[in-house]
């Protein structure tokens, strides 16, 4: 799961993931594609959030993409097309461009629609995102 500074809208989906996954057989991180939040905790709007709905994110800490997730990761989910386009920046060969999707085409699908970057917003915007993602990734374990 991978957005702009890892605080927001991917630790929202790391979590959401995270649950609704069998940890023994996938596993699921986030990061940022800047690098202004490394080693921080998520937003606490999005600890809130996640709390509201028994998730507990508070022990996950930002981290910037890196090359290396490519070889990490099946499958990298991004939250919008600023973030998809920076992570293809990065990608070594047709195999890592393959790997990469807006996690919205999930719901939508080749319709291009961004996860709305709710830091600047209110606490309600954190609930929309939170909304969005929950069906995404419902869509995401559904398929796998």
């Avoid at 959401?16 to 940890?23: A, C, E, G």
């Avoid at 809130?48 to 800490?61: F, G, P, S, Y």
């Avoid at 993409?65 to 998809?84: A, L, R």
């Amino acid at each position: 799961m991978v957005c702009l500074g890892n605080i927001c809208r991917s630790p929202i989906a790391e979590g959401i993931l995270k649950s609704k996954i069998n940890s023994n057989k996938a596993v699921v991180d986030s990061a940022g594609t800047g690098h202004w939040h490394i080693g921080n905790k998520p937003d606490p709007r999005s600890i809130e959030v996640a709390k509201k709905h028994q998730l507990d994110i508070t022990n996950q800490r930002g981290r910037q993409f890196s090359i290396q997730d490519f070889d990490s990761f099946d499958y990298i989910f991004v939250m919008d097309t600023s973030n998809k386009e920076n992570v293809l920046s990065l990608a070594r060969n047709d195999s890592d461009k393959e790997k990469v999707h807006l996690i919205l085409d999930e719901l939508f699908p080749n319709e291009n629609v961004d996860v709305p970057d709710p830091y600047y917003g209110g606490g309600q915007g954190f609930e929309d995102v939170y909304q969005m993602l929950d069906e995404a990734c419902e869509s995401i374990v559904n398929r796998l």
